[in-house]
């Protein structure tokens, strides 16, 4: 039995040999496609992807022998999620009759935090003074603006910004809010940092203003030095202090000069006429006044419409100013009705500033000027007097500024017609009326501007520069 056994086993074990081996190679081969690692990765935004590859073979079904690589014939391709931070990686293998997909799905982890911008201030903010936000934006990588999610809070001086993206990423900013008060209060001087003063009168204050970016008005708080004596000819200075609650302080100072001759203030070399006309009337006084404590001299036009005020003629003429004639009755219909008309007119004029000041004038101004087209209904009356007053020896002026104190109330209006007028001509005549309120303060300011900048006031006389309109009529 045993010898009959151990023939059977040698028989029989080549046969199973035999037979297995060519099941093996005879048995059906099929493709094998698998991925190595996770199909479900998570990535950090800031990290490179990075594949870890796959398997592909094509082997026996049976024992998996026999095996042929074919990784070659894998294509990858990627599809998009809705968000592009997420997206799934597909690979694809074909071989022969058979098409097999697999799928890794990658999701992108945003850990960046967003961005707060804050509008920058560097002004410093006053104690007392409200804080007001400079304003801030909040950027995120994923979210994009999500400036209205920012939480803002105010500690002390610092001012916290908060905000989270979708993904929780917090970003936290500080402002520190500079409070303090190293800015000087502004000294403001009204009325020019020269100024003039014949000598004898009265100085008078032109003003000032003192503010503080903190504290606000301080004007009350200003200390005024002075040391002017307006007895005595000389350059003096007046001293504005002011310190403001921090103790920041300025100072400004005026000169004044208190004189005796204008002719002693450096010049310009441009002359300025004042011409004052249609009055002496209720604030020729108030004009007088001014000219007298500059000590400077003008011409009156003199007329009879408010005889009440007739004796301030006197007044014109004792103080130095030129007093000539501008009409009686300033009726034009009845003073450009005829020659004799006008010469009548003219004449009772002139015998009143001759009542009045003992001379008569020899310098006239035509009711409406030289140049005056209301006297047409008499056509070629202006011209006939023009000759007859010159052959009689009379010299007339018209004006070549005009403060256009008619068409407005308003001092520094009229103020700065004058000023930018004069600054154009070497000799400047100029209109004015004296029966106009609003000239008490726009005479001082066009004397104070005229003084400071060098121009020399000088009233009319016949041998003055001939300033005529073009007659039209
Ligand atoms: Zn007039």
């Known amino acids: 039995m045993k010898k009959r056994s151990k023939i059977l086993i040698l028989i029989l074990a080549p046969t199973i040999l035999l037979v297995s081996f060519l099941l093996l190679v005879f048995s059906k081969r099929e493709t094998f496609f698998s991925l190595k690692g996770n199909n479900s990765i998570t990535i950090n935004i800031d990290q490179k992807y990075k594949d870890e590859g796959y398997t592909a073979k094509y082997c026996t079904k049976f024992l998996h022998l026999f095996c042929k690589d074919i990784s070659s014939n894998v294509k990858i391709t990627s599809t998009e999620d809705n968000n592009i931070y997420n997206y799934n990686i597909i690979y694809t293998l074909k071989y022969g009759n058979t098409s097999k997909e697999l799928k890794r799905e990658v999701k992108v982890k945003d850990i960046e935090s967003p961005n707060i911008e804050l509008v920058e201030n560097n002004e410093e903010l006053c104690e007392n003074q409200e804080y007001v936000e400079p304003g801030y934006k909040a950027i995120d990588n994923i979210d994009g603006d999500i400036t209205d999610k920012v939480v803002v809070e105010k500690k002390d001086n610092k001012v916290f910004y908060t905000v989270s993206d979708s993904s929780g990423n917090k970003k936290v900013t500080i402002r520190t809010i500079k409070y303090g008060d190293s800015v000087k209060p502004s000294i403001i001087l009204t009325g020019g940092e020269l100024n003039y003063v014949y000598i004898n009168t009265d100085f008078t204050e032109r003003g000032y203003k003192a503010n503080d970016n903190c504290d606000g008005d301080i004007t009350d708080k200003v200390k005024v030095i002075s040391n002017i004596d307006t007895s005595k000819e000389g350059n003096y200075e007046i001293t504005y202090n002011v310190s403001d609650s921090k103790g920041n302080t300025s100072t400004q100072t005026r000169k004044v000069v208190v004189y005796s001759d204008t002719s002693a203030i450096p010049k310009n070399g441009k002359t300025v006429y004042l011409t004052f006309d249609d009055g002496p009337g209720p604030y020729t006084d108030d004009i007088l006044d001014i000219l007298k404590r500059?000590?400077?001299k003008a011409t009156f036009f003199v007329t009879n419409q408010f005889s009440n005020y007739k004796n301030l003629i006197n007044r014109e003429y004792s103080e130095g100013h030129t007093v000539a004639i501008h009409t009686y009755s300033h009726k034009f219909k009845e003073v450009y009705s005829s020659l004799d008309a006008y010469l009548n007119d003219f004449n009772n004029m002139n015998q009143i500033v001759y009542e009045e000041t003992g001379n008569y004038s020899k310098i006239f101004r035509f009711p409406g000027g030289s140049s005056n087209t209301i006297s047409k209904f008499n056509p070629g009356i202006v011209t006939a007097i023009a000759n007859k007053m010159t052959e009689l020896g009379y010299t007339y002026f018209d004006w070549n500024v005009d403060s256009n104190d008619t068409g407005t109330k308003d001092p520094n209006t009229i103020y700065q017609n004058v000023i930018r007028e004069i600054e154009k001509r070497n000799s400047s005549v100029?209109?004015?009326?004296?029966?106009?309120?609003?000239?008490?303060?726009?005479?001082?300011?066009?004397?104070?501007?005229?003084?400071n900048n060098g121009f020399t006031f000088l009233p009319l006389t016949e041998s003055s520069p001939v300033t005529h309109h073009h007659i039209n009529n």
């Open 430 to 451: 100029v209109l004015m009326h004296d029966i106009k309120k609003a000239n008490i303060e726009s005479t001082q300011k066009i004397i104070e501007y005229g003084l």
């Open 294 to 296: 500059y000590n400077i």
